[in-house]
């Protein structure tokens, strides 16, 4: 049985930085490919970053790049979010998720396990 944690959420102002830690079990790590997530308060869940399995290849949504770097350690099974110059639009529930594959994909129907979610929110 997989299993997500995540943790690093919280309370921050505008302009500081933040990272996020997921730690996966119940998997061989290095077989899948892992993701975060986020979904802000009445909008959808949208991707954030993607990663491979050898973390040599990476997609950051548009309103990300530049600021966020996603990145594993396979020999820990954990993936990370560093997220940089956070803005108040930041703001929402991240989500880790994991799919069986080494690839890279965008699309939600990729992933079939989900971590129970950590808040971010950043203050003006």
């Known amino acids: 049985q997989v299993q997500l944690v995540e943790s690093g959420g919280g309370l921050v102002a505008a302009g500081d930085s933040l990272r996020l830690s997921c730690a996966a079990s119940?998997?061989?790590?290095?077989?899948?490919?892992m993701g975060w997530f986020r979904q802000a308060p009445g909008k959808e869940r949208e991707i954030v970053a993607t990663?491979?399995?050898?973390?040599?290849?990476?997609h950051y949504a548009d309103s990300v790049k530049g600021r966020f770097t996603i990145s594993r350690d396979n020999a820990k099974s954990t993936v990370y979010l560093q997220m940089n110059s956070l803005k108040p639009e930041d703001t929402a529930v991240y989500y880790c998720?994991?799919?069986?594959?080494?690839?890279?994909?965008?699309?939600?129907?990729?992933?079939?396990?989900w971590g129970q979610g950590t808040q971010v929110t950043v203050s003006s």
């Open positions: 998720a994991t799919g069986a594959g080494r690839n890279i994909v965008l699309a939600e129907n990729g992933y079939s396990s």
């Open positions: 990663i491979d399995w050898s973390g040599s290849i990476t």
């Open positions: 119940g998997l061989t790590f290095r077989n899948y490919r």
